[in-house]
């Protein structure tokens, strides 16, 4: 039973089915008649249409032909009277205005534009030069002549299609309409072009201007010719002299009214009175020094004690120089110190050091990576080893093992040997290692030259002669070694860290106490001779520090060694570089050494 009712519903819901699609095929099938009916209908009103105005252009040519043949009868009688002329006129009008009350009665306006057509074409025979020629032969009354048409609108005239067509000549008319802009931007460049138009267009001749008077004679702008003017040798030299003078005048009256405002001196003419009248070299000393020269009548101080206690003491003293204020001399940086503001540079922690380091690595491997992904770089090849040569290939290990054993022993001999490369590439060549070590030992000194003085009591040793000599130059300092009996001073110049790595040297590498074998023979000769009644006295062996500073300059050029005989020969040796207090410091150091009392 369920099986019959389940049969049942198939074949009515199967039923529904195919009506519906037949239902929606007769609904496409009476959409589609009606569509074709429809475009039946519309085909027989435009054949009707298009046989109408076939029919009413018919029409008017026939008017047009009559209307030409009668203008022609009228143009070939030339000796027609003014009633006759009149006539046919009448009778045109009023051909015209029946022709004009049928199609407006029909209503059709391609009738009424043949119309507007042919009375245009009349009007235009009327006017053409033949007709004027035969209207002032006959001689037309004043009436008939002012009766002729006015002048008027030309008529619009369209065609079938709607377009415009030329009264004369019957030629289709190209309407161009004005483009009118309304955006304010493309109003601005109109605009603009406009002005530009106005700029650029040629200006009126004079001459045509109305102002214009031909009796007025005018001469056109002239230019009187230039000549050559020469300057006289030395001008610009004598004016470029005077303004260097008084660039520099300038410059030392504000230096002497600053000075004075700091000192408290009101008059700039009296701290220009103390100012030294010639520059001195480094080292030298002044007949009267700056201070006393301010209050002193006498250039010398030779000449100040020379005079007799009876003298004035107006002729000594200038007391109107003198006043109760105090002078505080201007401070001056030391040429040692930098403007640059001292920068502590920046200890870093191991973790700190490698966690830069992993940062950059990887910024660079991710720059590679772009590259490679914008295909401005090959990808590289895999970094096949022994070690993993199965885990890369695969399949094509165990295909032919030896074939690719190979590949990857040639692909490890090529890193190889582009590692060796990029390495022998970065290394540095033997000119460029003898720089760079130069350069790591040479020092700035352009701001302050450190000098140290040794004062050392036994130079005989040539090794330790040869090891203060060498070690002078290898440092690349300027200095002077004299040997001079127990005498023996040692002068270097350098900068901080040459000072530093020369001063271990002499205080502490070299063992002063302890002597060669060439050198003991030559003390126990030495020995032998200084012998006397209360015994034998050694030498004493010694390395003082006698004094280091700072000076401006260098004094030598280079590091030079001199055995002196006598201890003028020695002195003179520092005098011809300006240094005699330098040998000053070590002789009478070794002097109170000898004596036992206290060195410096």
């Known amino acids: ?155 619009l005239i369209l065609d079938d299609f709607g377009r415009t067509v030329d009264a004369t000549t019957g030629e289709v008319v190209e309407m161009k309409s004005a483009y009118v802009p309304t955006l304010k931007a493309n109003i601005r460049a109109k605009m603009r072009e406009q002005f530009k138009t106005a700029i650029e267009k040629p200006p009126e001749e004079i001459g045509d201007s109305k102002y214009f008077d031909n009796r007025v004679s005018m001469s056109g702008p002239s230019r009187p010719r230039r000549g050559f003017k020469f300057h006289e040798k030395g001008k610009f030299e004598q004016q470029a002299a005077k303004l260097r003078t008084k660039a520099q005048l300038e410059r030392l009256q504000s230096e002497i009214s600053l000075a004075a405002k700091k000192t408290g001196i009101a008059s700039a003419a009296k701290l220009a009175s103390i100012l030294p009248k010639r520059e001195l070299k480094e080292g030298e000393v002044p007949e009267v020094e700056w201070w006393d020269s301010f209050v002193m009548s006498i250039d010398k101080y030779e000449d100040f004690l020379s005079i007799d206690e009876s003298s004035p003491e107006k002729l000594l003293l200038k007391y109107e120089s003198i006043n109760n204020l105090v002078e505080h001399p201007i401070q001056l940086k030391p040429p040692a110190d930098s403007d640059k503001p001292v920068e502590i540079p ?47 290939l695969g399949t094509d290990a165990v295909q032919d093992p ?41 020092e700035d000194t352009s701001n302050g030259v450190k000098v140290a ?28 070694i004299v040997a001079f009996k127990d005498c023996n001073c040692v002068v270097v110049e350098g900068g901080p860290k040459q000072q530093k790595k020369f001063k271990r040297l002499m205080l502490h590498r070299i063992k002063w106490g302890e002597s060669s074998k060439r050198s003991k023979n030559m003390e126990d000769d030495d020995d032998e001779s200084d012998e006397d009644d209360s015994g034998t006295s050694k030498i004493n062996k010694y390395c003082q520090l006698v004094w280091e ?23 003179e040796q520092f005098r011809r570089h300006s240094v005699e207090h330098y040998w000053n410091l070590v002789y009478s150091n070794t002097i109170l050494q000898a004596s036992g009392m206290d060195t410096i």
């Open 549 to 571: 500073g700072e000076v401006t300059q260098r004094a030598f050029s280079d590091v030079r060694f001199k055995s002196c005989p006598t201890e003028a020969f020695a002195r």
């Open 346 to 392: 920046i200890m870093l922690t191991k973790e700190e050091r490698k966690k830069i380091r992993r940062q950059n690595r990887a910024e660079a491997q991710k720059e590679q990576t772009e590259k490679i992904r914008l295909g401005l770089i090959a990808p590289p090849e895999p970094k096949v080893k022994m070690a993993n040569l199965m885990r890369v």
């Open 1 to 155: 039973m369920s099986s019959r009712h389940r049969e049942r519903d198939h074949n009515s819901s199967r039923h529904d089915r195919d009506h519906g699609s037949r239902s929606h095929h007769d609904r496409d099938h009476s959409r589609d008649d009606r569509e074709s009916s429809r475009r039946k209908r519309k085909e027989d009103r435009d054949s009707e249409h298009s046989s109408r105005k076939k029919r009413r252009g018919e029409e008017v040519n026939e008017e047009e032909q009559k209307t030409e043949t009668s203008t022609t009868q009228v143009v070939q009688q030339s000796a027609v009277s003014a009633e006759q002329i009149k006539a046919m006129m009448t009778k045109a009008k009023a051909q015209i205005t029946q022709f004009k009350s049928s199609t407006v009665a029909r209503a059709d306006p391609a009738a009424n534009n043949r119309a507007a057509d042919l009375q245009a074409r009349i009007q235009q025979s009327w006017t053409a030069p033949h007709m004027a020629n035969l209207l002032n032969s006959v001689k037309l009354p004043p009436s008939s002549a002012n009766g002729a048409p006015s002048a008027k609108p030309t008529p």
């Open 402 to 442: 030896t074939k690719v054993e190979a590949h990857v022993r040639a692909q490890m001999a090529k890193r190889q040997k582009a590692h060796e490369e990029t390495n022998a590439a970065r290394k540095l060549t033997p000119e460029q290692r003898k720089e760079k070590k130069v350069k790591k030992l040479q």
């Open 453 to 480: 003085v040794y004062g050392v009591a036994d130079l005989r040793d040539p090794a330790k002669k040869f090891k203060i000599e060498t070690n002078a130059k290898q440092l690349y300092m300027t200095g002077l």
